[in-house]
């Protein structure tokens, strides 16, 4: 009875265990590179990352919304409620894209977590940051 219980309690972590391993960003991609400013690298891993496929920074609307010009804007939310767009708001739309789904949008954006270190996500918001230049943070 005993062992009966204790295995059923390691299959159930083995079970939670099983997501695939993602294999870890090369070395290079880990600090600044030389001669870039936060902003420029962080322009270069949006297209590495695969976030310009989805997102425009030009306007135009694709499966996400454009990201120019998001910050200071008020965005709503499917299942309610509403915030306006700043540097938490990038951050934790990157991390957990499903917590707020934007309303007129779908559910399909990748979470990011454990993909990106912590310089990679703060280059990022920098340069989202950068693409509206008269928002208040
Ligand atoms: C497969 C398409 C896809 C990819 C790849 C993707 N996104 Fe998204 N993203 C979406 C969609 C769709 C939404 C709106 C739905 C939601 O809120 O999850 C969204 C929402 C967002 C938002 C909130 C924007 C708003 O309109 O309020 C931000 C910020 C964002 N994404 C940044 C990124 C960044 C940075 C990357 C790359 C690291 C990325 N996304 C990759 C599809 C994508």
Known sequence: ???TLCCAG????????SRPTEPSPPETSRGLP???TEAE???RLFASEGCG??????GRRGIGAPLDGLYGKTRHFLRGGSTVA?????????????LHIVENYKAVMPSYEGRLTEAELDALVAYIRSLSPTAAD
């Open 86 to 98: 700043d540097s938490r708001y990038v951050r934790e739309s990157v991390l957990h894209p499903n």
């Open 34 to 36: 030389a001669g870039f």
């Open 10 to 17: 390691l299959a159930s972590v083995a079970g939670c265990n």
């Open 53 to 58: 496929r989805c997102h425009s920074v030009d």
């Open 41 to 43: 690298w962080g322009e």
């Open 1 to 3: 009875m005993v062992a």
